[in-house]
C-alpha cells in the first residue's frame, strides 16, 4: 500500500506517532488548535515529548488545522482524547467529532484506525457509522477500519513510541496485515497482530485497569498500615525481597489513562448487564487518596498546635505525574481543595505545567519559587528539581513535611504514603 498518512489529534500520543511516520511517509498532521499547529511549525512541542531536532528528522510531515488539507490522505489515524464526564461516563465527542470528520473526506479504499482508548466494540459500533454516514461507502467494502492501542507513557524518555510494542488489528485479514505492515515500518520493537478489532480494544483497557487495581492494592495497605503506625514503604521494600512480588507503590492516580480507562470497560459491562466489582473498588480506592492525604496533614498541625485560621501549607507538584507537564485529571486537587476546605491557606509550586493553563482550569495562581515559611510541606509530585532541593534546611524552616510519593530519606519527613 502506498501510505498517505492523516493524523488526527497531535497530543502526547498523536504528535510522536506522526514525527515517526514523518520520516517515512507523506504525512499530514492534524489539530483543531490552531495555536498548537502554529508552535509545530516553529519547532516547538509544549508537551516536551518531541525536540525540535525530532519534528525536523520528519522530512515528509506537515501540520494543518484544516481539514481539507487531509483529502489526499488514504490512511487516517485518530488519536484524540477519549476523557470521562462528571459522573465517570465515557466522553466520546472528541471521537465521533473525529469521525464525522473523516467522513467527509474518505474515498474508497481507505483505511481508518483509531489508537484512542475505548471500550470493546467501540470502533465498529459507535465509530464506524459515522463514517458510513458521513461519506456514503459501505464499511468493510469500500473503506476500512483498524485499531491500535496507543501505549505512551507521558514524560518517560526511555520507553518511547518506536521501541514499545504495538498491538495492531484490522476490519478484516488482509486490512489486518496493511496496519500492521504500517507499523512494523518504524516500531523496531515489532507488533502483535490480535485476532478482531474488539480483542485490541479490550487489551489495551484491561492494560491500565491491571495498574489502576494493583495500585489501589497498595493504597490499601497503606491506609491499612496507618492505622498500625508502620510505614508501608518499609513493608514494600521488605516484601518485595521475594522474587514474584510486584513492584507497586502506593499514590495519587491521575492522568488520561489510569484514572479513566476503567470506566470504559465497567460503563461496557454494565450496559451488558454485568455490575463489575474488583474494577471498581479499585476506583473507589485510588479516588478517595487525595482526601486522605489532606486529611492527615491536617491532623499533624492540630498535634502540632498549628492549625489555625493563619496555617499555611505548600504542596510541591500540580501535573498527574513527574517531570511532565500534563495536567490532565491531576488528583493533586483534591489535596488542595480539601485544605481549602478546612480554612487552610495553600500554595503550589509547579515548575513543569503551563501556569496559564492551571489558573485557566482550576482558578489557581501557583507560585514562582518557594521563599515563605510553611507550617507544611506536602510533596505531591516527584518532579527531580524536588529531589535535588535542600530538604535538611526545608525540614528546619517547616514543622510538617509529608511525602507523598515516598521518595525522601526518611529522617526528612513526619509521615510518607
Same mark, same amino acid.
Given at each position: 500500500?502506498n501510505y &498517505?498518512?492523516g493524523?488526527i489529534?497531535?497530543?502526547?500520543?498523536g504528535?510522536?506517532?506522526a514525527?515517526?511516520?514523518?520520516?517515512?511517509?507523506? *504525512?499530514?498532521?492534524?489539530?483543531i488548535?490552531a495555536?498548537?499547529?502554529d508552535?509545530?511549525?516553529?519547532?516547538v512541542d509544549?508537551t516536551l515529548?518531541?525536540?525540535?531536532?525530532?519534528?525536523d528528522?520528519?522530512?515528509?510531515l506537515k501540520?494543518?488545522?484544516?481539514?481539507?488539507?487531509?483529502?489526499?490522505?488514504n490512511?487516517?489515524?485518530?488519536?484524540?482524547?477519549?476523557p470521562i464526564?462528571i459522573?465517570n461516563?465515557p466522553?466520546?465527542?472528541?471521537?465521533?467529532? !473525529?469521525s464525522?470528520m473523516?467522513a467527509s473526506?474518505?474515498?474508497?479504499g481507505d483505511i481508518v484506525?483509531?489508537e484512542?482508548?475505548v471500550?470493546p466494540g467501540?470502533?465498529?459500533?459507535?465509530?464506524?457509522?459515522?463514517l458510513?454516514?458521513?461519506s456514503?461507502l459501505?464499511?468493510?467494502?469500500?473503506?476500512?477500519?483498524?485499531y491500535s492501542?496507543e501505549r505512551?507513557?507521558?514524560?518517560? &524518555?526511555?520507553?518511547r513510541?518506536?521501541?514499545?510494542?504495538?498491538?495492531?488489528?484490522?476490519?478484516?485479514?488482509?486490512?489486518?496485515?496493511k496496519?500492521d505492515?504500517f507499523?512494523? +515500518?518504524?516500531?523496531?520493537a515489532g507488533?502483535?497482530q490480535? +485476532?478482531?478489532?474488539?480483542? !485490541?480494544?479490550? !487489551?489495551?483497557v484491561?492494560?491500565?485497569s491491571?495498574?489502576d487495581?494493583?495500585?489501589?492494592?497498595?493504597?490499601?495497605? !497503606?491506609?491499612?498500615?496507618d492505622r498500625l503506625?508502620?510505614? *508501608?514503604?518499609?513493608v514494600?521494600?521488605a @516484601?518485595?525481597?521475594?522474587w514474584?512480588?510486584l513492584p507497586?507503590s502506593?499514590?495519587?492516580v491521575g492522568?488520561?489513562?489510569?484514572?479513566?480507562?476503567?470506566?470504559?470497560? *465497567?460503563? &461496557?459491562?454494565?450496559?451488558v448487564?454485568?455490575?463489575?466489582?474488583?474494577?471498581?473498588a479499585?476506583?473507589?480506592i485510588?479516588d478517595q487518596?487525595?482526601q486522605?492525604?489532606a486529611?492527615k496533614?491536617?491532623k499533624l498541625?492540630?498535634h502540632?498546635?498549628a492549625?489555625?485560621s493563619?496555617?499555611?501549607?505548600?504542596?510541591?507538584g500540580f501535573t498527574?505525574?513527574?517531570?511532565?507537564?500534563?495536567?490532565?485529571?491531576?488528583?493533586?486537587?483534591d489535596?488542595?481543595n480539601?485544605?481549602? +476546605?478546612?480554612?487552610?491557606n495553600?500554595?503550589?509550586f509547579?515548575?513543569? @505545567?503551563?501556569?496559564t493553563?492551571?489558573?485557566?482550569?482550576?482558578?489557581?495562581?501557583?507560585?514562582?519559587?518557594?521563599?515563605?515559611?510553611y507550617?507544611?510541606?506536602?510533596?505531591a509530585?516527584a518532579h +527531580?528539581?524536588?529531589?535535588e532541593l535542600?530538604?535538611?534546611?526545608l525540614?528546619?524552616?517547616?514543622?510538617?513535611?509529608?511525602?507523598? &510519593?515516598?521518595?525522601l530519606?526518611k529522617?526528612?519527613?513526619?509521615k510518607?504514603l
Open positions: 500500500m &498517505k498518512v493524523i489529534g497531535l497530543g502526547y500520543v504528535l510522536p506517532l514525527v515517526e511516520s514523518g520520516k517515512l511517509y507523506p *504525512t499530514i498532521g492534524f489539530d488548535n495555536k498548537r499547529i508552535e509545530l511549525k516553529s519547532g509544549r515529548e518531541v525536540t525540535s531536532d525530532e519534528l528528522s520528519a522530512t515528509k501540520f494543518t488545522s484544516t481539514s481539507a488539507d487531509l483529502k489526499e490522505c490512511f487516517y489515524i485518530v488519536t484524540v482524547p477519549t464526564d459522573n461516563n466522553e466520546l465527542t472528541p471521537l465521533k467529532e !473525529a464525522r473523516i473526506l474518505l474515498s474508497e484506525v483509531y484512542s482508548t471500550f467501540c470502533t465498529e459500533e459507535v465509530c464506524v457509522p459515522f458510513e454516514e458521513g456514503g459501505r464499511y468493510n467494502q469500500e473503506f476500512y477500519c483498524g492501542p505512551i507513557n507521558p514524560g518517560d &524518555k526511555k520507553h513510541i518506536a521501541n514499545i510494542l504495538k498491538v495492531t488489528s484490522g476490519s478484516n485479514p488482509e486490512i489486518a496485515n496496519v505492515l507499523y512494523k +515500518s518504524f516500531i523496531k507488533t502483535y490480535a +485476532s478482531s478489532i474488539k480483542v !485490541a480494544e479490550a !487489551a489495551k484491561i492494560e491500565n491491571q495498574r487495581i494493583n495500585i489501589a492494592f497498595v493504597n490499601e495497605l !497503606a491506609l491499612i498500615f503506625d508502620i510505614d *508501608t514503604k518499609e514494600l521494600e @516484601a518485595g525481597t521475594k514474584n512480588f507497586f502506593p499514590g495519587l492522568g488520561h489513562c489510569i484514572g479513566v480507562d476503567p470506566y470504559y470497560l *465497567t460503563q &461496557k459491562a454494565e450496559s448487564g454485568y455490575h463489575p466489582q474488583v474494577i471498581l479499585g476506583r473507589k485510588n487518596m487525595g486522605y492525604v486529611q496533614v491536617v498541625l492540630g502540632r498546635n492549625l489555625n493563619n496555617s499555611k501549607v505548600l504542596i510541591m498527574f505525574k513527574e517531570n511532565c507537564p500534563d495536567i490532565r485529571n491531576t488528583r493533586v486537587i489535596i488542595y480539601e485544605l481549602v +476546605s478546612f480554612g487552610i495553600v500554595d503550589i509547579e515548575p513543569h @505545567a503551563d501556569p493553563q492551571i489558573s485557566k482550569e482550576f482558578g489557581i495562581e501557583v507560585i514562582k519559587e518557594i521563599d515563605n515559611q507550617d507544611a510541606i506536602i510533596l509530585v +527531580s528539581e524536588f529531589l535542600n530538604w535538611h534546611k525540614r528546619l524552616s517547616s514543622r510538617i513535611i509529608y511525602d507523598v &510519593k515516598g521518595v530519606p529522617k526528612y519527613t513526619d510518607r
